[in-house]
């Protein structure tokens, strides 16, 4: 009986171990394939032979300072590597992803995240030079996929152990029972018969380069990408090749992300030193076959310069003082990005087009904040040439770097050089009324020789060069003071006019020049046929012919000569002279 119950025990015992030593069914492994169904961007992920998806599902990324959402993504957890996604918005039928990022399992850290305030269910993946924070929907759901990516990590570490051995197996037994080995010296085939891929520079790549990623070392990193590029592609095609294209791929994307990251505009980003400051990364970028990427975020970057600097201008005293500062801030930053995209995209030609663009669009943002001083309403036409005058100077200067821009600039401010001469025709129209509702119709006495000689030199200098021969008496002018006044103010809107000068604005300059001079002339006919200027009209008919013998002529020939073009517009201007004088015939005043 003893016998039977000790050999019933060791039965038990027996039974218990083999079921101890038995394994534990794996669950069943998903193919990855099921990705190219639901990921957009994914195939190359699922080339590599052998991945096949550990776990999924949908989690939430966390800001690492604030702990806010940051957006949903759905996970996919590989044998090999941690897959992110995101949902793809607006669209119909079944649910889609969009491929994010990937995380390599070998250079992922899982860090569990203690429930603390708002923050529950949360795990963090620690990255070089990089972190993120997920959170799950439960902590049941949390546990789960700390558990997975654990069981995922260590499975990877056995595998690639395994593997290792295996191979240095192979290459043992090879050397040993190989009849026809030959020395590494004496083969004919030398290097052909190295496997490149067990090179140890190459299997310590990958590590490599995230630690120098992680140091910052941007160039060493680059030259050993281009290294590794040049020396893979001369491996023939294999699953291990894959591989290690696919590590040195994330690692590329990860270089290329830090990269971007400083060129990209943050509050906490200073922006002085020009132009030279982004040279480092911009460089790497072209060398990694990036150079599109490096021109947009380059010309990118100093958009945020340029708005910058153009903030910190204070607007106060004259307006040219201004506009002179706003040029110069604005141009030479111009010409600073011209010269450093020349030297740092000189074998990049295709580029150029793209900063030619740039500049353009840069140019439309000027134009606003110049318009919103200098062509601002109620603005001096004087103000306006002036300050015109000033930013085309400065965009002459940009033929320094190849760049001709004064034609698209005078388009942009073509507008509102028209409706500033509008408004200044209209405020002219409107004095010279007023001006002619006072006049008594007698000659302007100066009272003075030297106040008359001061208003003949005032007249030279705006091109009137015989107006001393209307002085008579050392002080007296032989017309009115409305007639003069009426003649400094249309010298002055012509030549101010004239300063801002373009062939598009020929019609609008012809058609004020019309309305202003026609304006005055019905002004002084009103008074030459009116009564109570009986006595005053053989002098008030004086008036009218020096304005057109005398100011008509002289303003259509500094328009001719300004234009090129031959003058029809005022011929009907000309025919109110004799109307005027058949009118004053008629009333007897005239003999």
Known sequence: MGQMLEMSVAGKEDNDREKEATPQPEEPKRSIASMLDRVEGCSRITEIPGRYIVHDGDLVELDTDSFSEVQHVHAYLLNDCLVITTPVVNRRGPVRYKYQALYELDSLAVVNVRDVGPVKNAFKLLMFPDQRIYRADESKTKNRWLKKMDQAKKAKQAHDKKKKELEAQKSIESDAYNPFAESEDTSPFGSSEHNILEEEWIMELPEDLDMLIAQRNFEDAADLVLKANETLSSVPQSPALKEMRARVDHRVKQLTDVLTRELQVSPDRSLRGGPQVTRRAVTQLIRLGRATQACDLFLKNRSAAIKQSLRQLRIEGATSIYITKLCSVFFNHIIETGKEFRTTFAENQGCFSAFVVWSKGELNGFILNFSRQALAKKTTLSTVAECVGIARSYCERLSTIGLDLLFAM??????????????NK???IEASRHRNAEERWYPLNQKNPHAANNLTQEMRNLGFENFHTLVYDTCFISIAGTT???TK????????????????????LTVALKEVIDSHVNLVEGAVIAERYEEERAFI??????????????????????SGRSLKEFALLRRRHKDIMHKVQNLGALC
């Open 484 to 486: 003069v006044a009426f």
């Open 489 to 508: 103010v249309l010298l002055s809107f012509l030549n101010d006019s004239l300063r801002l000068y373009l062939p598009d604005l020929y019609p609008d």
């Open 410 to 423: 005078n388009g942009l401010l073509l507008k509102g050089i028209r409706e500033s001469i509008q408004f």
């Open 541 to 562: 008919m004086k008036n009218i012919d020096y304005i057109f013998k005398n100011l008509l002529p002289l303003v259509e020939k500094k328009l001719k000569d300004k």
């Open 426 to 428: 209209d405020q002219l």
